[in-house]
C-alpha cells in the first residue's frame, strides 16, 4: 500500500521507504510525464508585472479619474467665471448707485445753495424795500416839519422794476405785488397824519381818510360806492354788460363762500351779452362774407362755440389736476399751437360756407382764449390750486380782458386777495379813483384825436398808406401824425386797462395797474415794465423764465439777453400771429406771413434794445435822475426810439409792406432813396 505523499517542496516527488521485493535497491524515479496535472503555482511575487487585463483595467480607472478632474477642474473654473462675472456686475451696480448718489447729492447741494441765494437775494430785496419804505416815511417827517416841500408820494400801483437783474427776481407767478397796509397800520396811518403832497393828490387821496374808509365799510357807504361806480362804467359799456359788471363784483367782493361761483356766473353773463369781444372791423367783414345765407348768425354761433368751449376746458382741466405730469399739463402752449395750427390748415381745404363759419370762429375762439386756457392748465397743475369753477370764471373774466389775461390765473390773484373789510374797503377806494382817472384820460385822448382832425393831421396808416401810393405828405405832418398815434395809442391803452383794473378792485383784488407812468420811464427795460404790465409778465411766465432758467446758466449776461429776446421778440412775435390767425384765412398762409414781416421787424428791433438795456445795466436799477437835464434825456432817448419803431409795429394796416415802411421812415429825415 502506498503511503501518502510527505511534506516537501512542492513538485518533488518522495523516494519509496520500502524496497521492492526481488531486487536491490532502486534509483530515484523520474518526473512525471507531460501530460499529468502541473503542481500548483506559487503566488505571484511583489517583483513580478501584473498581468494585461489588470493594467487595462487601471488604465481606465485612471483615464476615467483624469477625466473626472478635467470635469472637475473645467466645473470650478466655470463657477469662478460666473462668480467673477457677478462680482464685476456687483461691482459695476454699487459704482453706478455711487455715482447717482453722489450726482444726486451734488444736485441736492446744488438746488439748496441756489434757493439760499435766492433767499438771501429775497432777504436783501425785502431789507431793500424797507429801508426804502422808511426813507420814504423819514422825507414825510421832514416834510412835515417844512410845509413848503413836497415829497412824491410812493404808490402801490409801481410795477416792479425790470431793471432788477432777472436772477434776482422770482418768476411772475410768485411774485407778490405791494399789499394795501394791514388795518391797524392803515388806522395809525392815516388817523394820525394826512395824507402828503401836492393839493390834487391830497384832495383825491379818498383810499388814505379814516372817515371815507370807514363810510366804505358800512352798508350805506358800500351801496352808494357800487352806484357810483355803475354810473362811471357807463362812459365805456353798455348798459347791461356794466350793470353785469356791477353785480359781479359786489356778489365776488362779499359773497365769500360763494365767491368762485359767482364769478363764473358773471363772467358766462357777460360772454352771453357780448360774445364776440375778440372781433374787429376786418373779422367782422370777413364774417358777414363767408356767412352769408347761412341760418346761424355769427354772434349766435359764437355763443354756441364759447359754451363748448368751456365744457371741454372743463373736463380737460380735471384731467390735469388728476395727471398734472401729462404732456398737455407740462406744456400746454405748444400743445395749443399745435391744436390751432391743425384746425387752421384743415379749414383752408374747405369751401366758404356754413361749415366755413363755423370753423373760423372756432379757429378764432381757440386763438382768444389761448393764454386763459394755458394759466388755468399752469393753476390747476400747482398742489395748492383752485377750484374749476374760479378758473373757467377768468376766461375772460367778468371785468373784462383781451387776449392777454388782465389778473393772470385763480393762483396769481390768490395772492392779492383782500384780507379784511377795511383793506377791502380801501382796495375799492381806488377802483373808483382809477374809474375817474381813466375818464379824465379818456377825454384827453378825445382832445388829442379831434384837435388833429381839426388841424387837418390824417390819421398815420393813412400818411403811410398815400406814401406807398406815391403821394407822400409833409415832413412836419408826418411827424406830428407819428407823435400823435404814439401818444394816442398809450392814452387808449391806459385807459382801457384803467377801467379793466378798477373793475378788479371793486370786486376786491388787489390788481397791480397795467400802465402805470410810461412816461417815468428811465430805460427801455424800465418802460416795457411800465407800458403794458401783463403783456410782459404773460411773455415772463411763458417764454423768459423756461429759456432763463435752461440755457446758458454759465454766462449771466448772454443767459439775459436771449431770455428777454425771446420773451420780447419770439414770443411777441408768436402772440400776435395767432390772435390775428384769421388773415391767414382771408389771404392765405404765404401772403400772411409776407404781411407779417414789418412786424417781426419791429419785435426783433425791441427785443434787441431791451436786452442791450438789461445787459447795460448790469442788473442794477438805473439811478433815477433828479435834474432837469437828466429826465429830458432819459426821456428823449426812450420815446424816440419808442416813437420810431410804432412805424413798423403800430400800425395795424398788414398790406403796408415792410419796405413801404421803411421808406417812409427814411423819407421822414429828409433823405432819398
Not at 451696480?93 to 441756489?114: G, I, L
Not at 394795501?180 to 393839493?199: D, E, F, L, T, W
Not at 358800512?218 to 351801496?223: A, N, Y
Not at 379793466?500 to 397795467?514: I, S
Request: glycine share 6%; hydrophobic share 45%; proline share 6%.
Amino acid at each position: 500500500m502506498a503511503t501518502p505523499l510527505a511534506s516537501g517542496s512542492a513538485g518533488e516527488p518522495q523516494p519509496s521507504s520500502e524496497p521492492r521485493s526481488g531486487s536491490g535497491p532502486q534509483p530515484a524515479s523520474d518526473p512525471p510525464p507531460a501530460s499529468d496535472p502541473p503542481p500548483a503555482s506559487d503566488p505571484p511575487r511583489a517583483s513580478d508585472p501584473p498581468p494585461a487585463s489588470e493594467r487595462q483595467t487601471a488604465s481606465e480607472r485612471q483615464a476615467a479619474s483624469e477625466r473626472q478632474a478635467a470635469s472637475e477642474r473645467q466645473a470650478a473654473s466655470e463657477r469662478q467665471a460666473v462668480s467673477d462675472r457677478r462680482s464685476a456686475s456687483e461691482r459695476q451696480a454699487v459704482s453706478e448707485r455711487q455715482s447717482a448718489s453722489e450726482r444726486q447729492a451734488v444736485s441736492d447741494r446744488r438746488s439748496a445753495s441756489e434757493r439760499q441765494a435766492v433767499s438771501e437775494r429775497q432777504a436783501v430785496s425785502e431789507r431793500q424795500a424797507v429801508s426804502d419804505r422808511q426813507a420814504v416815511s423819514d422825507r414825510q417827517v421832514a416834510s412835515a416839519r417844512q410845509p413848503r416841500s413836497e415829497p412824491q408820494p410812493v404808490s402801490e400801483d409801481q410795477p416792479v422794476s425790470d431793471d432788477q437783474p432777472v436772477s434776482q427776481r422770482q418768476p411772475a407767478t410768485a411774485r407778490q405785488p405791494a399789499s394795501v397796509p394791514q388795518p391797524s397800520a392803515a388806522r395809525s396811518r392815516v388817523g394820525k397824519a394826512s395824507p402828503r403832497g401836492s393839493a390834487l393828490r391830497r384832495f383825491c387821496a379818498i383810499d388814505e381818510r379814516p372817515a371815507w374808509i370807514d363810510l366804505a365799510s358800512t352798508l350805506r357807504g358800500r351801496v352808494a360806492l357800487f352806484a357810483l361806480a355803475g354810473v362811471l362804467l357807463l362812459f365805456s359799456l353798455p348798459v347791461r354788460v356794466a350793470a353785469v359788471v356791477v353785480a359781479g363784483a359786489a356778489a365776488a367782493a362779499f359773497l365769500r363762500t360763494h365767491r368762485d361761483k359767482a364769478v363764473l356766473v358773471a363772467t358766462l353773463l357777460v360772454l352771453l351779452l357780448d360774445p364776440v369781444w375778440f372781433a374787429d372791423r376786418i373779422f367782422d367783414a370777413y364774417l358777414l362774407e363767408i356767412g352769408a345765407g347761412t341760418a346761424w348768425s355769427a354772434r349766435n354761433v359764437t355763443r354756441f362755440l364759447t359754451a363748448a368751449l368751456f365744457v371741454i376746458a372743463a373736463v380737460v382741466l380735471h384731467g390735469v389736476a388728476r395727471n398734472p405730469e401729462s404732456s398737455f399739463a407740462r406744456r400746454p402752449v405748444l400743445w395749443m399751437f399745435g391744436v390751432i395750427g391743425a384746425w387752421t390748415a384743415a379749414c383752408l381745404w374747405i369751401e366758404r360756407g356754413a361749415v366755413s363759419l363755423w370753423l373760423v370762429l372756432s379757429i378764432k375762439i381757440l386763438a382768444a382764449y389761448m393764454w386763459f386756457v394755458c394759466y388755468a392748465v399752469v393753476d390747476q397743475r400747482s398742489q395748492q390750486r383752485s377750484s374749476q369753477a374760479m378758473s373757467l370764471g377768468l376766461f375772460r373774466p367778468f371785468w373784462g380782458s383781451s387776449s392777454t389775461p388782465i389778473g393772470k390765473g385763480s393762483g396769481y390773484l390768490a395772492k392779492l386777495r383782500c384780507k379784511d373789510d377795511r383793506e377791502l374797503a380801501v382796495t375799492q377806494l381806488k377802483g373808483i379813483k382809477l374809474l375817474v382817472w381813466s375818464i379824465v384820460l379818456q377825454g384827453f385822448s378825445s382832445a388829442l384825436a379831434s384837435g388833429a382832425a381839426r388841424a387837418g393831421v390824417p390819421k398815420l396808416d393813412l400818411v403811410v398808406a398815400d406814401f406807398a401810393q406815391g403821394r407822400p405828405t409833409a415832413i412836419a405832418t408826418g411827424w406830428l401824425a407819428l407823435i400823435l398815434a404814439v401818444a394816442i395809442g398809450t392814452l387808449d391803452l391806459a385807459v382801457w386797462g384803467h377801467r379793466v383794473v378798477a373793475c378788479a378792485r371793486l370786486a376786491g383784488w388787489k390788481l397791480r395797474r397795467n400802465t402805470w407812468r410810461p412816461l417815468e420811464s428811465r430805460s427801455l427795460a424800465d418802460f416795457w415794465n411800465r407800458y403794458y404790465y401783463y403783456f410782459k409778465e404773460l411773455l415772463l411766465d411763458f417764454f423768459f423764465y423756461p429759456t432763463f432758467f435752461r440755457f446758458f446758466k454759465k454766462r449771466p449776461r448772454l443767459r439775459t439777453f436771449v431770455a428777454t429776446f425771446m420773451a420780447a421778440g419770439v414770443g411777441n412775435a408768436l402772440y400776435h400771429f395767432v390772435r390775428d390767425v384769421d388773415r391767414v384765412l382771408m389771404v392765405g398762409p404765404l401772403v400772411a406771413i409776407q404781411n407779417y414781416g414789418s412786424y417781426v421787424f419791429y419785435c426783433v428791433a425791441l427785443a434787441s434794445a431791451i436786452g442791450i438795456s438789461q445787459v447795460r445795466s448790469g442788473g442794477a436799477p438805473a439811478p433815477r435822475e433828479t435834474g432837469l437835464g437828466g429826465r429830458l434825456w432819459a426821456f428823449a432817448c426812450v420815446w424816440g426810439f419808442v416813437v420810431l419803431i410804432h412805424v413798423f409795429g403800430g400800425i395795424e394796416d398788414r398790406t403796408i409792406t415792410f419796405s413801404d415802411r421803411l421808406i417812409f421812415l427814411v423819407h421822414q429825415f429828409g433823405l432819398q432813396t
